[in-house]
């Protein structure tokens, strides 16, 4: 990629051009998000997100920040495990992703600090959190190593940063995966979120985000330690875990 430049999905634009469309795309489909996940999905997003929440350690008490937090589902399990003297930071850099997830958890009786920010500048002071996570938004960050890099900052001694996010598929799986991807999943965005090119983007994002070795460098480049990463459904995604010390 030449200098300066970055991907929205397969296409090369500069970082001002991809906030700008990244905004457009989850503006669109933010009140058909959770439907959209669980049928593309056939509903394993919601066992990947137990799955990160469960390997993030979260108990009582601990400060935990929920970067892209969307609709909520990942501060809502994330809640539950720091009980009423923890505390979850629920954020968004998109306003109406962010504003599903409020209210989605006010209906649900559940109270938590929302702020909008974006990932790559956090408002928050150094050291500040246990645990830092990120489902499904890292691939749509214009500086991924700035974002990881601030990930990195606002985490304490012995904290940990836990990245959900799709990642390459095994080979054998690799040909079905992208006629899935190319074929189904823009035809199920016309048809339940009225909005085909958001979800070509989606699948795009996936192909052009780094793979799970990729994002591993990544986060140690970014100062974090012991990274690892677990594949779930054959790699489909992977959630990488790097600690502070």
């Known amino acids: 990629m030449s200098d300066g430049r970055t991907h929205f999905g397969f296409e090369e634009v500069s970082p001002e051009e991809k906030t700008r469309r990244v905004r457009g795309v989850f503006d669109s489909v933010a009140g058909k998000y959770d439907v959209m996940n669980d049928v593309m999905s056939a509903g394993l997003h919601r066992l990947w997100k137990r799955f990160a929440v469960e390997v993030s350690g979260a108990r009582a008490g601990k400060r935990v920040l929920d970067l892209a937090g969307g609709t909520g589902d990942l501060a809502k399990l994330l809640a539950a495990r720091v009980g009423p003297s923890g505390t979850v930071v629920h954020t968004d850099i998109n306003g109406a992703m962010l504003a599903e997830g409020r209210d989605k958890m006010v ?3 559940l109270i938590l600090p929302t702020i909008q920010c974006n990932a790559e500048a956090l408002p928050f002071a150094d050291r500040a959190f246990d645990i830092v996570s990120i489902a499904f938004g890292l691939r749509n960050v214009t500086r991924k190593d700035v974002a990881l890099a601030e ?27 992208d006629w899935y991807s190319f074929n189904i999943l823009p035809r199920l965005g016309k048809w339940i979120a009225d909005d085909e090119a958001s979800y ?13 070795e990729a994002l591993k460098q990544m986060m140690q480049s970014a100062g974090f330690d012991d990274v690892l990463y677990h594949n779930l459904t054959a790699g489909v995604v992977a959630v990488h875990i790097g600690r502070v010390y």
């Open 107 to 109: 209906d649900a009786g």
């Open 151 to 177: 990930m990195r900052r606002v985490l304490r001694p012995g904290g940990l940063a836990v990245v959900l996010e799709f990642s390459r598929v095994a080979a054998p799986l690799a040909a079905m995966y």
């Open 200 to 212: 070509r983007y989606l699948a795009e994002s996936i192909r052009v985000h780094p793979d799970q």
